[in-house]
Structure formats: structure tokens, C-alpha cells
């Protein structure tokens, strides 16, 4: 599975962005997707996850109520709406696909695809 992650980019904080993540190579609906975050000088960190079919999601506790994760299986995209952004929101997002569920807490260490992050930076 290859997985290309855009969207990212400078917002102010209180405002919003949309994350993308398109893939391609396998059934997508075969994979769990998620998205995690690497801020400078911090561990990587899981944000959000969703089921094959997307009737089950995840969050981490940062930020539930302000994101809001979606997929597409016809095609074969996973999204990240985030709304009211702020300056700890800001990192590298990482699309991860995995055959099998993960959620909270996960550090995405055996995740079986990542893509490129892209990078979102919040100005306060």
C-alpha cells in the first residue's frame, strides 16, 4: 500500500484544515486507517483512527470534539478535518494503514504502512 498524505500547511490558531490521505496498491477497505503526530522533540503520537468500514473511530484525548476522522473506500481515501487548531496541534501527520484495529493510546510501532507526513503549523 502506498499512502500520499496532503493538506497540511500555516493556519492561525482557532482555525481549520483538512488532511487527506490517498491510497493506493492494495483493497483499501482491507485496512484500518489512522493518523498520528510528531511535534519537534516529541515522540510520535497517535490522533485518530477508523474502522474498515468506518462505523468505528478513535481519538486521542487532545483532541476529541476538534477532529474529526473520515475514510472514503470508493476512494481510497482517509480524511482529518481539524477545527479549532492551536499551537500544540502542531506537527508532522502521519497516515498509517494497518490490517488490524488500532485506537487510543496506540504508539504505532508495527503499523504495516505510513506515508509521508505533511506538516501543520499553528500561529497563535
Known amino acids: 500500500v502506498q499512502l500520499q498524505a496532503y493538506g497540511g500547511g500555516l493556519v492561525q490558531a482557532g482555525g481549520s484544515l483538512r488532511l487527506s490521505c490517498a491510497a493506493s496498491?492494495?483493497?483499501?477497505?482491507?485496512?484500518?486507517m489512522g493518523w498520528f503526530r510528531q511535534a519537534p522533540g516529541k515522540e510520535r503520537e497517535f490522533v485518530a483512527s477508523?474502522?474498515?468500514?468506518?462505523?468505528?473511530?478513535y481519538y486521542a484525548d487532545s483532541v476529541k470534539g476538534r477532529f474529526t476522522i473520515s475514510r472514503d473506500n470508493a476512494k481510497n481515501t482517509v480524511y482529518l478535518q481539524m477545527n479549532s487548531l492551536n499551537a500544540e496541534d502542531t506537527a508532522v501527520y502521519f497516515c498509517?494503514?494497518?490490517?488490524?484495529?488500532?485506537?487510543?493510546?496506540?504508539?504505532?510501532?508495527?503499523?504495516?504502512?505510513w506515508g509521508k507526513g505533511t506538516l501543520v503549523t499553528v500561529s497563535s
Open positions: 477508523i474502522g474498515w468500514s468506518g462505523s468505528r473511530t
Open positions: 498509517a494503514a494497518d490490517r488490524r484495529a488500532y485506537g487510543a493510546g496506540y504508539n504505532g510501532n508495527g503499523i504495516d504502512y
Open positions: 496498491g492494495r483493497i483499501f477497505s482491507s485496512y484500518y
